[in-house]
């Protein structure tokens, strides 16, 4: 039997192909304590290292660096190893207003997701998506793999019960990676007002759901 390719996630991919496409662009980029490389270096101070404009951050549930707890409230403020001005997502603000869209080239999203409805971070995907198409701004998703992309189960969520922790007709356990959630929300006109957005996706190399 051939040996299977070694897995790369997305920033590993956009690391080593496609960083040419953040030159001279202003970014914003979603992201919390599951951001990271191997070598444990958070996916915004690598950008900075390698001269992208990070203009801002976006910080989900448990915040940019996930320093806060479960439920906790994130609040907005300074990232503390870089300077950049973070906003929180995870609160009354769920969704970037347009002040907050403003200047951006594009919006980078990276977060590692289980695959489960309950979690938080699709319902800020889905929201950061909308802010981006209202706004015209392209969103980049950087693929991870689901740690249960082998299987689905579980009711599927009946309209009229949307929710922040359930916002979209699914299974509880869905099988999808980050990236193919983002593109069944684009794709199924999930987005507010039937809107789309640019849609930009880096998917892992040698990734199976199996």
Not at 31 to 48: C, E, K, M, P, Y
Not at 62 to 68: C, D, L, V
Not at 109 to 133: K, L, N, P, W
Not at 149 to 173: R, T
């Amino acid at each position: 039997n051939k040996r299977r390719a070694a897995l790369k996630t997305g920033p590993e991919v956009l690391f080593e192909k496609h960083l040419d496409k953040l030159a001279d662009k202003s970014v914003a980029v979603v992201a919390n304590h599951t951001s990271q490389f191997r070598n444990g270096t958070h996916l915004v101070d690598s950008l900075i290292s390698k001269g992208i404009k990070v203009e801002k951050g976006f910080a989900p549930e448990h915040g940019f660096r996930g320093t806060a707890d479960a439920g906790e409230a994130v609040e907005s403020g300074k990232d503390a190893k870089t300077g950049l001005p973070i906003i929180s997502l995870y609160g009354k603000n769920k969704k970037p207003n347009e002040k907050q869209m403003e200047g951006l080239d594009m919006v980078i999203f990276d977060i590692q997701d289980v695959g489960s409805r309950h979690y938080t971070y699709i319902g800020t995907m889905t929201y950061v998506m909308e802010a981006c198409a209202e706004k015209g701004i392209p969103i980049m998703v950087l693929d991870r793999p689901n740690p249960n992309g082998w299987y689905v189960d579980g009711p599927v969520l009946k309209n009229g019960n949307n929710s922040f922790i359930g916002m979209h007709e699914i299974p509880i356990v869905h099988g999808m990676s980050i990236a193919e959630y983002a593109q069944m929300v684009n794709g199924e006109n999930w987005l507010a007002d039937g809107l789309k957005v640019e849609l930009e996706v880096v998917p892992c190399e040698a990734y199976v759901h199996s």
